[in-house]
Nanobody, 121 residues
Framework: QVQLVESGGGLVQPGGSLRLSCAASGSIFSINAMGWYRQAPGKERELVATITSGGSTNYADSVKGRFTISRDNAKNTVYLQMNSLKPEDTAVYYC???????????????WGQGTQVTVSS
């Protein structure tokens, strides 16, 4: 059984910073890409940032220059450093991992339970 556990969400004022963490645990053979998605009330879930096992990153245009994704492969953990936060960044943030539980199985998506980020004065 695989679990993705997120932490680090909360309430922050505009212009502030937060750091999200997501640790994958359980029966894991290998992890390919990891990433963060978010969903605001009344909106669809959208990509925030992704990072491959080799360290290549991809960001949504709305967060480029403000957010930084990183990962620690030894700890099966992905991070999202969020700076210069805006009210429009308010959403539930979900961790995603594309991973294999066995060498003979295909890679598939796993999701965390989500962590709330609220940017408000």
């Amino acid at each position: 059984q695989v679990q993705l556990v997120e932490s680090g969400g909360g309430l922050v004022q505009p212009g502030g910073s937060l750091r999200l963490s997501c640790a994958a645990s359980g029966s894991i053979f290998s992890i390919n890409a990891m990433g963060w998605y978010r969903q605001a009330p009344g909106k669809e879930r959208e990509l925030v940032a992704t990072i491959t096992s080799g360290g290549s990153t991809n960001y949504a245009d709305s967060v480029k220059g403000r957010f930084t994704i990183s990962r620690d492969n030894a700890k099966n953990t992905v991070y999202l450093q969020m700076n210069s936060l805006k009210p429009e960044d308010t959403a539930v943030y979900y961790c995603n991992a594309q991973l294999q539980v066995h060498r003979l199985f295909k890679s598939r998506d796993y999701w965390g339970q989500g962590t709330q980020v609220t940017v408000s004065s």
